[in-house]
Structure formats: structure tokens, C-alpha cells
């Protein structure tokens, strides 16, 4: 008898070649250009604002509504992309994501806008869990780590990108280009995609089995979640009414979600990967690393602006001090962690004490900074952020089986999304918080030795006494120069206490480096096994 044939590998996953390549490729650049549009317009909200008159209560719903559909997206989509195949579903979502910056400038009013910023969210929040898995699904072993470093492009090299692109599309082409600069990069993205992307086949019948009760658990519960982290500063957390509510709610439904996940049988988390110490240990890593990322990289920009008054054109060096070494660090570093070798926890290890050094040499910031002075900081960061993300990311997804993937994508990288948001919102209670303990400290100290000051006379009134005959409006003139001294050194020292936060997150996380995960190997390719003889 003849001996059965072998099955076929399956057509929608090709040998590896230049199409490939090329097809993960489209894929990395949809999900940098997904990136670019939230980054660029967070930082451009002021010019948006003032270009279509929208007030600043509005523009903090702008950003809020964009985030709650995009990190809901991210727990999802590794369902649907299963279901309509990965590549259709992301060449429709690169496509859609570039269309609706289209009439995004001719919005006519705020209500409008935001249903079209929700549906811009959705479509980009739906592209980096595809990254992710293509990365890991048509690499071959030797180079997949590479492909975690693609990847972790989108966590390092996207958002320190942001504010020089900002500056080069409003002050160089128009305020519209803040919403239109999706349009050419998608369209490469998408030749990309289409050419070079495996046609996986679409599995329909998954519909029968959809777990309706998780999503209409999930979705709300994330999208509450994500508004408080937004809006709980600026409306005085559980002061409002909207907080309390949607904080309740919003946790009530989660929990729910979570108990509804552990149980059933086809969940979109797998809840239970919790119990992995190296999943459990990158998982904490990766939300309290980008957390990381995201407040060193907002307070330079928010010192610049708020005391020197740069505008994110003259702020763009320090941002692409950190963002194009990148292109080179990030291979660098997936080279040096796909040595067997090379222990990825030491490199993770590393990388915290880089990030917690630029941290603490951050607590010396004083009002007479400039923007070369946080060279250093921004240099050791450089180092960092691709040696702690990289790391945390192997330790995620190669614990795990090839089966295992779009359970533990969508938490990745939902979590990746919440990260920023907390990170927004932690932020802005110790900015607020720290610099008006630091204002009333100041103010008190000036009350109760402002006899002692008296004999060191009066410098602002010397300055200002020859501008008007008016006494008393030189007094008030004073008095108002006295205070923007005093919010102007308060706000430094609010900024310097969040550095000090950030050493000791590092801190943390660099013991815990040393005593949860366990140690995981590049991945290899099988070794055929020897013939019988």
C-alpha cells in the first residue's frame, strides 16, 4: 500500500519570503500611523482648538471619546480578525482609519466631531493586536524577536515622534495636516498589506459561538474606566456625579467581565494566564514601563511649554533625541536578546536602571533649565526603553503556545492602551496636586517670614516702579509678578516630585525583576528528528 500523502501547509501561510517581509511591514507602519494620528493630535489639541473653536472642557472630551474606543478596540480584535481574517480585516481597518481624517477638519459642530473621532479610535485601536500576532505567526522562529521589536516600535519610537511631527505639519503645512497625515502614510500601509500579507481564509461559523454576554460585559466596563482616568482630574474625581457613576459602574461591569471570562469556554482573556509568574511579572513590567515612557516624555514637553513657553517646534529636539535612535537600539537590542546566551531578565534589569537614573537625575530640575539640559536624561532613556520593553514583551508572548495568542493579544495590548491612560491620569492628580501644596508652602513661608524679607527691599517694585506714576497699580502689577514666580517654582517642584515617583517605580520593579519571572529562551527553530534506520 501506498502511504497516505502528508497534508498540505495550509495556503494562507506562505514560505516566508519578500512578501512576507513586506506584508508585516504594511502592518508595522499602520499601526505608527494609528499612533501618529492619537499622538499628534493630543499635542496639537490647542492649535485644533483654536482653529475649529472648540472650547478646552470640549477638547479634553476630543482625546477621552478617541481613547475609550481605541483601548476597547484593542480587547477585541483578536476575535474579529480570527473571524474575517487578518488580512481583510486589517486592510479594511488601515483603510477606514485614513478615510475618516478626511472630513475631520469640516466637522460642524463638537457633537459630530467626537462620533468621528470614536470611529477613528475604533479603527486604530483595532490595528496593534495584529501586529503583534503577524509578528509571531508568519516570523520564523530564528527572527522572531525581531519582531518583537517591531513591535515594541509602537510603544518607544511612535510617541516620542508625536510632537516634532505636530510641529512639522501645523507650522510648516496647516492645521489640517494634524488630521490628514494619515492619509498618505495609510495608503502605503495598505499597498503593503494587500500585496504582501497572507489571504487567510475567513471563519464565519464563529458567529454561532460569539460570547455576546463578555462583550456587552467588557466593552462598557473598559470604555467607563477609561473616561474616569480622562476626566476624573478635571471634574474633581468623586466630586462629580459622573465620576461616581461611571466608576461604579464601570468596576461592577469589569468585575463581572472577569468572572464571565474565567468560566467560559471560548473567553476573549484568558484570565487564568495570571497565574504564570512570567506572564503575571511582564504584564505588571509592561503597564508599569509605559507608564514610565509616557510621564518622562510628558514632563519635558510640560516644562518647556508651561515655563520657558516653547512651542512643540522648539521642544521637537528632545523628542527625536529619543525617538530616532530607536531605529537602531531597537534591532540592537532584539540581536542582543536573541542570543541564548543573554538572559533577557538582566537586560530587562538594565533597562529599569537606566529609565530610574534618567529619573533621578530628573528631581534636580530647577526654573533654569533650558531644553539642552535634559540631554542626559532624554541619552539614558534612549538606552532604556528598548531594553526594558523588548524583554518584558518576550517574557509575555514566548511562554506561550502558538494557540495561545489571541487569548493573551487582546490583554497585552489593552493593557498597553490603559497603561497611557493612567499614566495621563496620574499625571495630572500630581501635577494639580503637588503644585498647589507647593504654591500653599511657599505662600506660607513668605507670610511668615515676610518681616525678615523686608530688609532685603523690594526688587520687583525697583524693577517696575519707573512704568507708572500710579502706585497702586505698581503694587498690583507686583503682586501679580510675585505669583508667577511662585506658580512658576511650584510647578517645577510638582514636576520634580514625579520624577521622584518614577525612580521609585523603578525601583520597585527592578526587585521584582530579580525574584518573579523565570528565565525564557529565544525561540529556535524544530531540529527534524534523525531517521530510523
Request: aromatic share 12%; glycine share 8%; charged share 10%.
Amino acid at each position: 500500500m501506498n502511504a497516505a500523502p502528508s497534508p498540505a501547509a495550509p495556503s494562507y501561510i506562505p514560505p516566508f519570503g519578500v512578501r512576507t517581509v513586506v506584508g508585516c511591514l504594511g502592518v508595522l507602519l499602520a499601526v505608527h500611523v494609528a499612533g501618529f494620528n492619537e499622538h499628534i493630535t493630543e499635542i496639537g489639541l490647542p492649535d485644533i482648538r483654536g482653529a475649529m473653536h472648540i472650547g478646552h472642557d470640549e477638547g479634553t472630551w476630543f482625546t477621552s471619546i478617541y481613547e475609550m474606543f481605541n483601548i476597547a478596540a484593542m480587547a477585541f480584535t483578536p476575535w474579529f480578525y480570527v473571524t474575517f481574517s487578518i488580512y481583510r480585516f486589517s486592510l479594511f481597518m488601515t483603510a477606514l482609519l485614513g478615510l475618516l481624517a478626511i472630513p475631520a477638519p469640516y466637522m460642524p459642530d463638537m457633537t459630530t466631531l467626537c462620533i468621528l473621532r470614536g470611529a477613528q479610535g475604533l479603527a486604530a485601536g483595532c490595528l496593534p493586536p495584529i501586529l503583534m500576532t503577524v509578528m509571531l505567526k508568519y516570523l520564523p522562529a530564528p527572527i522572531r524577536v525581531f519582531g518583537i521589536g517591531g513591535y515594541a516600535m509602537s510603544a518607544t519610537f511612535g510617541p516620542n515622534l508625536g510632537g516634532p511631527l505636530e510641529a512639522m505639519w501645523f507650522e510648516g503645512v496647516g492645521w489640517q495636516w494634524l488630521y490628514w497625515e494619515t492619509l498618505p502614510l495609510c495608503a502605503i500601509a495598505a499597498g503593503m498589506i494587500a500585496w504582501g500579507l497572507p489571504r487567510d481564509p475567513s471563519h464565519w461559523g464563529r458567529f454561532r459561538n460569539f460570547n455576546w454576554r463578555g462583550f456587552v460585559l467588557g466593552a462598557p466596563a473598559i470604555m467607563c474606566v477609561v473616561t474616569v482616568l480622562y476626566q476624573g482630574d478635571r471634574l474633581d474625581w468623586f466630586r462629580s456625579p459622573l465620576i461616581t457613576h461611571l466608576t461604579c459602574w464601570g468596576l461592577a461591569l469589569f468585575i463581572a467581565f472577569l468572572v464571565h471570562e474565567w468560566f467560559h469556554h471560548s473567553p476573549f482573556f484568558r484570565i487564568q494566564f495570571w497565574g504564570n509568574r512570567n506572564i503575571a511579572m511582564s504584564l505588571l513590567t509592561l503597564i508599569a514601563s509605559l507608564m514610565i515612557c509616557a510621564l518622562m516624555t510628558e514632563i519635558p514637553f510640560t516644562y518647556l511649554a508651561e515655563i520657558r513657553g516653547y512651542r512643540p517646534v522648539q521642544a521637537a529636539p528632545i523628542a527625536l533625541v529619543v525617538a530616532l535612535p530607536q531605529l537602531v537600539l531597537l534591532p540592537l537590542t532584539a540581536a542582543l536578546c536573541n542570543i541564548r546566551a543573554v538572559d533577557c531578565r538582566y537586560v530587562l534589569a538594565i533597562g529599569l536602571a537606566c529609565l530610574g537614573g534618567a529619573a533621578w537625575l530628573g528631581t534636580w530640575l530647577t526654573p533654569d533649565w533650558v531644553r539642552d539640559n535634559f540631554l542626559i536624561i532624554q541619552i539614558l532613556q534612549v538606552f532604556g526603553q528598548p531594553m526594558v520593553v523588548i524583554p518584558t514583551l518576550m517574557l509575555a508572548a514566548l511562554a506561550l503556545g502558538p494557540a495561545d495568542g489571541p487569548l493573551i493579544s487582546g490583554m497585552v495590548n489593552m493593557l498597553k492602551g490603559m497603561a497611557n491612560a493612567i499614566a495621563t491620569a496620574l499625571f495630572e492628580i500630581m501635577l494639580r496636586r503637588r503644585e498647589q501644596y507647593h504654591s500653599a508652602m511657599l505662600l506660607d513661608m513668605h507670610g511668615t517670614h515676610g518681616t525678615a524679607l523686608d530688609g532685603m527691599g523690594d526688587p520687583i517694585g525697583a524693577q517696575i516702579g519707573a512704568t507708572s506714576p500710579d502706585s497702586g497699580h505698581i503694587a498690583r502689577n507686583a503682586l501679580q509678578i510675585f505669583h508667577t514666580y511662585v506658580h512658576e517654582q511650584s510647578t517645577v517642584l510638582a514636576l520634580a516630585d514625579i520624577y521622584l515617583v518614577v525612580v521609585w517605580i523603578c525601583a520597585f520593579f527592578l526587585v521584582l525583576t530579580a525574584i518573579l519571572p523565570g528565565r525564557i529562551y529565544p525561540p529556535r527553530a524544530p531540529v527534524p528528528a534523525p531517521a530510523a534506520h
